[in-house]
């Protein structure tokens, strides 16, 4: 069973950065997607904001396209998030996902909740203006 744990959050200033990582312990080898993921204080609904698929694509939200960075080190299991140039409007709580489909395939639409089945606690973003 995967067990994702995130780290990293703060508070910085606006234009400021972070960067977070998702530790996995067990194998992620069946993920179909890895992704991250923010949920703000006033928001009942999880926006998906960057993902890597098992080819390696990457895709990115809108909100946070040039601005923001995911990669995976699969030497050590680890998935980041870099995120600069932050917004008093990126502050959430950012969560880390996997989309473990066992037997494996491909496809689907990377940035949508519904298509992840682990998760992990969260951690929060604060960026003040």
């Known amino acids: 069973q995967v067990r994702l744990v995130e780290s990293g959050g703060g508070s910085v200033q606006s234009g400021g950065s972070l960067r977070l990582s998702c530790r996995a312990s067990?194998?992620?080898?069946?993920?179909?997607?890895m992704g991250w993921f923010r949920q703000a204080p006033e928001k009942t609904e999880r926006e998906g904001i960057a993902?890597?698929?098992?080819?390696?694509?990457?895709t990115y939200s809108d909100s946070v396209r040039d601005r923001f960075t995911i990669s995976r080190d699969t030497a050590v299991n680890i998935l980041y998030l870099q995120m600069d140039s932050l917004k008093p409007e990126d502050t959430a709580m950012y969560f880390c996902?996997?989309?473990?489909?066992?037997?494996?395939?491909?496809?689907?639409?990377?940035?949508?909740?519904?298509?992840?089945?682990?998760w992990g606690q969260g951690t929060q973003v604060a960026v003040s203006a």
């Open positions: 996902a996997a989309a473990i489909r066992r037997p494996y395939y491909s496809g689907g639409d990377a940035l949508q909740p519904w298509e992840y089945n682990t």
């Open positions: 067990g194998s992620t080898y069946h993920a179909a997607f």
């Open positions: 993902a890597i698929d098992g080819d390696g694509a990457i």
